[in-house]
């Protein structure tokens, strides 16, 4: 095999100038050393080796530019987190408050474990989870016989249930694969092929009149539609906050602002985990990290993967925007590898939404738009919406798919390590996947852990949140009736009151950020995007947490909304005005030769 690998490198590097190494281990994994010209070359060339049956899966530590995706210990805060000691013990420690981490905790809420969540973010819903289109996939767009494709029909067909104890907003409308000329006339038939492989239910084509009457926004006329009937839509962010909040009830801890940094192994057996803010014991970790599941797995001296991020741009439409409510292809200029591609589509709250692309990157964080993310999102689903422009869009938004080179889920109990999960590559259709995902890992803790005992008051349902704006006049007459707060409007483009604000600051995960309020009751979620809502907003955060006006953040540890008071500058301003008044004046004293005293 490594004869093979090195003329394989030798087709796409230049070898002389830049020297790479493929190693292959005895579990089949293949490890890429050396440098590169570009993140380009050290991506198609991991894939490229991927391919081959014999190969397990790749690690990639290839560099380009003294960039890379090894693993790099944090030594400071291992240090700091050892130093603080244990604050909790548990018997199973989730790591990452996604939809699959936020889903495995409620699935295993329902026995007689003790569970904690840990998660670097501010709030549950902090990656890909939040930033994706929020479809559920129906299984026709994925490589039969993976297990992504397998998990991706189960969990489709799932939904229905977890929508129904969950409550949380839930359409199964449908999708199209559209052809619009010779270009793209394989377009359906591949989907067609790839669900019957798959066994998607229901799946037809229909003849153009057909869509033309379901989708009466839609100006332009296909050649070929293909129907997919099982496809649905959700916010990826409210079915993670509504599995969040019913893990909680259910007696799961979540600590948020709690980044893993090491992975306590002795003697083969995971130990527990250590963190930034201190110990946790525990007997099994499920990696469920997102991105960052390749690093995880370092940790804890098991990793037989590299996750490399691809960065996927949406744009977002005000809801008085023309569009199809279905989602539907639309036809890229540019043809992107490894990816099912963006498309136009409305989400369940009703804004139009395009995208998303996709783009190979070398940083995990890299959540920026850049004009060519929206000049390919905007050249996709202009072929369905022709007089939609650029100017159009109210707000855009980036997120990393945790894609392994295997371009597969990695769902798994570790071959090395005694009380380890991997949960891992889980980039789209994961959200379409995640029950059955939650399901898998169920039976791998029951594997890890031996028979488990169910509860006898486990309660698998979570009240949905008033959504005032939705109910009757009289019902909402009756609400204001009993709470004052709810005849408050604070968010006026989506009609939210202060009273819902409150609701969520008081839900089991309480929501005390900017950010995490708008992800759950749509507060500067408008057109305005905060602009009118946003002072009031900060007043609420304020009088309900006891946070001071500088505390409070909109995402993440330094997103804050308020530098300080203006006290606090004059203050400050007044101090630096005196003490440039003493240097001066120290400085006449020194060239006159006379002495000044401050006081």
């Known amino acids: 095999m490594v004869k093979r690998l090195n003329k394989l490198i030798a087709r796409h590097v230049d070898t002389s100038q830049f020297p790479v190494k493929a190693t292959v281990r005895k579990d089949g994994v293949v490890v890429l050393e050396g440098e590169v010209p570009d993140w380009k070359t050290a991506d198609e060339l991991a894939h490229r080796v991927a391919k081959s049956k014999k190969v397990r899966n790749v690690i990639n530590h290839l560099s380009c530019d003294g960039k890379s995706l090894a693993y790099i210990p944090k030594k400071d805060l291992i240090e700091q987190g050892r130093a603080l000691g244990t604050f909790d013990e548990a018997d199973v420690i989730i790591v990452g408050a996604g939809v699959i981490g936020s889903g495995i905790a409620r699935e295993l809420s329902k026995y007689n474990l003790d569970i904690v ?16 289109n929020g479809m559920i996939h129906p299984g026709n767009a994925v490589i039969p016989g993976t297990l992504k494709a397998k998990l991706n029909v189960e969990g489709n067909a799932l939904y229905d249930d977890w929508a129904s104890d969950l409550q949380f907003e839930f359409k199964r409308i449908g999708s199209f694969g559209l052809s619009y000329d010779k270009k793209d006339r394989y377009t359906p038939w591949l989907g067609w092929i790839a669900g019957r492989l798959n066994k998607v239910p229901g799946m037809r084509f229909i003849s153009p009149d057909v869509f033309l009457e379901m989708e009466k926004d839609v100006e332009v006329r296909p050649r070929r539609v293909l129907y997919a009937p099982t496809t649905a839509y959700v916010d990826g962010f409210e079915v993670t906050i509504a599995l969040a909040e019913n893990a909680a009830m259910n007696g799961v801890r979540f600590h948020l602002l709690t980044e893993v940094v090491d992975v306590d192994v002795e003697e083969g057996v995971v130990r527990g985990v250590v963190t930034d803010r201190g110990t946790v014991k525990g007997k099994l970790v499920i990696n469920a990290a997102g991105v960052f599941a390749d690093e995880i797995a370092a940790m804890a001296g098991d990793q037989f993967y590299t996750l490399h991020p691809r960065k996927g741009v949406i744009a977002i439409f005000d809801k008085e925007k023309k569009g199809p409510d279905r989602s539907m292809n639309g036809r890229p200029y540019v043809y992107q590898k490894n990816t099912k ?96 995902i939650a399901k898998m890992v169920e039976g791998l803790t029951a594997d890890e852990l031996g028979e488990l005992t169910r509860k006898d008051d486990w309660n698998p349902i979570r009240e949905k949140p008033v959504v005032f704006s939705k109910l009757s006049p009289e019902e909402q007459e009756r609400l204001v009736n009993e709470n004052p707060l709810y005849g408050h409007i604070v968010c006026r483009c989506e009609t939210i009151s202060e009273g819902e604000i409150v609701d969520a600051i008081r839900r089991p995960i309480p929501a005390v950020t900017f950010d995490a309020i708008k992800r759950r009751v749509r507060a500067t979620a408008g057109r305005c995007q905060g602009g009118f809502c946003g002072p009031r907003i900060l007043e609420i955060i304020m009088r309900e947490t006891g946070l001071r006006p500088e505390e409070v953040r909109k995402q993440g540890k330094d997103s804050y909304i308020v530098a300080g008071t203006i006290r606090d500058r004059y203050d400050a301003a007044d101090c630096c005005e005196t003490r440039a008044s003493v240097g001066i004046a120290d400085g006449v004293a020194q060239e006159t030769g006379a002495h000044h005293e401050s006081a």
């Open 117 to 132: 969540v840990l998660e670097k973010g501010d709030d549950v819903s902090q990656g890909v989870s939040k930033a994706n």
């Open 341 to 436: 591609g963006g498309g136009v589509q409305r989400t369940v709250s009703g804004n139009p939404l395009w995208g998303p692309n996709a783009v190979e990157i070398i940083d995990k964080t890299d959540l920026s738009v850049q004009p060519e993310d929206l000049d390919y999102v905007m050249g996709s689903g202009s072929v369905v919406c022709p007089g939609t422009k650029r100017t159009d869009i109210i707000a855009s938004f980036a997120g990393i798919r945790p894609a392994d080179y295997k371009e597969d889920f990695i769902i798994e109990r570790s071959r090395v390590v005694k009380g380890f999960i991997h949960v891992a590559g889980i980039q789209s259709p994961g959200l379409a996947a995640a029950p059955a």
